[in-house]
């Protein structure tokens, strides 16, 4: 068991020991026995320097730059490690391009800075790619409007990369032939990148485990109090959590619930929805930007995905609890309608969509009325809370890296004077160039290996040791779908060494084939279900709860219901 958490007793100098930097977090155990090791030292009274609520990617961007710094750090979550927003946005790494619109050149610049950074840190997972942005008659904004913001794009990137190009419709057209010839005036190609926000938000939460960091899914948070030197929090088991700091970094559920007063009001929630589809239906080369008919500033994406591609976005206000979002028909018919205006020969009709997802995205409440989500600014903020913690508010994927390093300096200053003088003092952020998976990369040799090839997107060089693992046994070796990347390791993997605790976790958001498979992962979801309920030690019956659990989650997200095998777990296609 790693010595990651120190009670005031302990010596600091072991924290982070039994992990060396070098490791990969791949190869050490997060399954349930780390979980009840974990809860046995909340129980003996252990003391974490932070504590983190929230294990989406503000929670574990926070949790990894602590970490990094030589903090204790324990990351709390109601659910699983990306379950809100950071498994259900539009997948792109990006500057924003319409961000300059509203004004907001910081706000570019920063995420332009972080997704350069990002190309280094995470190669597997951010994937530079040249967008394709057409400007229709009647759009809003017009080819010389494309060019001037891109150019003011390119000189915010400090020229890094390609610089954009202006294409006439002819050339737009030979480019992307699925688009519609009539009212094209011309388009733009530019640089923005791809990833899989799931995947990312688990590989920066790795990491911070790789520096020691514990995480503890499935466990909410009833309240924080201000008790002597530190926060206790309480969880709704009874159980109660101490922490010198703590950052509440709980996306859309941000509130006065842990933050107080200070809590109340400050988030705007916007709802998205994606549809994905079969790459022959919708046989896009590149992502293609589409502006929303009339003066409305929302913007679409077509992106291809392997043998699939995906369209989303809308951009409306959303009430209510953000875990019951799903997606509705009149939005589906809306995004299909949408891109068909565009794309009349793709295959738009609601029987070709695959599956969809839903999520809601917190944005920073502005003073007075809110008329527009598609308005609101995407920067952060910081509050205190009533308790002493501090709540991040708002955001972006691509700038976690940069908002988790402002809070972090927050917490070290906050923590300084109480500083132990037994122990080294917290260091400056190393995340800025660190890999998130420090092993050698890989050689030209493992990359034309097709299992190799299969793993490397989601794993990074990690994937040598899955390879291995899978090498010559059929059983872990074959692809789950035939038309589909993802191996049979995988599944295992996810239940062994990246904290999978029920079937959705595995097969939404680590395999996520609820997504991609025509049956919503229905083929392995009894095989992961019981493997699930082995390892915690639990009955039969609670294969059978497992199974309705998932698909509860997956019917009310995508509106589809998951074909589970009733007889035959080793089904896979």
């Not at 159980?239 to 559920?253: C, L």
């Not at 392997?306 to 959303?318: F, I, K, N, Q, S």
């Not at 972006?396 to 890296?401: A, G, N, P, S």
Request: charged share 25%.
């Amino acid at each position: 068991m790693r010595e990651s958490t120190v009670s005031d007793s302990s010596p600091p100098s072991t924290r982070g020991d039994a992990v060396p930097a070098h490791a990969d977090a791949a190869g050490v155990p997060w399954d349930a026995s780390t979980v009840r090791g974990l809860l046995q030292r909340v129980d003996e009274g252990a003391m974490w320097d932070l504590v983190v609520v929230g294990a989406g990617i503000s929670g574990a961007g926070v949790a990894r730059d602590a970490a990094r710094r030589g903090l204790s750090v324990v990351v709390i979550d109601a659910a699983d490690v990306a379950c809100g927003t950071s498994s259900r946005s539009t997948r792109l790494i990006h500057g924003g391009v319409r961000y300059l619109e509203q004004g907001q050149i910081g706000l570019v610049y920063e995420a332009l800075r972080e997704r350069s950074r990002l190309y280094k840190t995470a190669e597997h997972l951010v994937e530079p790619t040249r967008f394709l942005f057409p400007a229709y008659r009647g759009d809003r904004l017009g080819p010389w409007m494309l060019r001037m913001g891109l150019t003011l794009y390119d000189a915010l990137n400090l020229f890094r990369g390609e610089g954009h190009d202006a294409l006439d419709s002819q050339r737009c057209l030979e480019l992307e032939p699925l688009l519609a010839p009539e009212g094209l005036r011309g388009a733009v190609v530019y640089e923005d990148a791809v990833t899989d926000d799931a995947r990312l938000t688990l590989a920066v939460l790795q990491d911070a485990r790789r520096h020691g960091a514990d995480v503890l899914t499935y466990s909410p948070v009833e309240r924080l109090e201000r008790r002597g030197d530190g926060i206790d929090v309480y969880l709704d088991d009874g159980k109660t959590i101490r922490g010198r700091e703590v950052v509440v970094a709980t996306g859309p559920w941000t509130g006065p619930a842990l933050l107080g007063r200070p809590g109340e009001h400050v988030v705007h929630k916007s709802k998205g929805v994606h549809l994905v589809l079969r790459s022959e239906d919708v046989p896009v080369d590149r992502p293609v930007v589409i502006q929303a008919p009339g003066d409305a500033r929302r913007i679409l994406f077509v992106v291809p995905w392997g043998t699939r591609t995906y369209v989303g976005t809308t951009d409306t206000p959303y009430e209510g609890d953000p875990q019951g979002c799903g997606v509705a028909p009149h939005e589906e018919s809306e995004l299909l309608s949408t891109i068909a205006r565009v794309m009349p020969g793709a295959r738009l009709e609601p029987e070709a969509i695959i599956s969809a997802w839903a999520g809601v995205r917190p944005l920073v409440r502005p003073e007075g009325a809110v008329e527009d989500s598609a308005e609101l600014s995407r920067k952060h903020r910081i509050v205190r809370g009533e308790s002493g913690a501090l709540g991040l508010v708002g955001g972006k994927l691509t700038t976690f890296r940069a908002m988790a390093e402002e809070v972090v300096d927050e917490v070290v200053r906050r923590l300084r004077p109480r500083w132990p003088e037994n122990r080294p003092a917290p260091g400056p952020c190393s995340t800025a160039e660190s890999p998130l998976v420090p092993l050698e990369p890989p050689t030209a040799q493992e990359r034309a290996d097709p299992l190799f090839a299969d793993l490397y997107p989601r794993h990074g060089p990690a994937a040598r040791l899955l390879a291995a693992r899978a090498r010559g046994v059929p059983e872990l070796e074959a692809r789950i779908v035939p038309d589909l990347p993802y191996r049979r390791i995988e599944l295992h993997h996810a239940i062994t060494h990246e904290g999978s605790r029920h079937v959705s976790d595995v097969l939404r958001r680590r395999v996520p084939l609820a997504l991609t498979d025509p049956g919503l992962g229905g083929s392995v979801a009894r095989e992961v279900a019981q493997r699930l309920v082995s390892a915690r030690g639990g009955s039969a019956v609670e294969v059978e709860d497992e199974l309705d659990r998932y698909r509860a989650e997956i019917t009310r997200e995508t509106r589809r219901v998951p074909r589970i095998d009733p007889s035959d777990p080793h089904t896979s296609g």
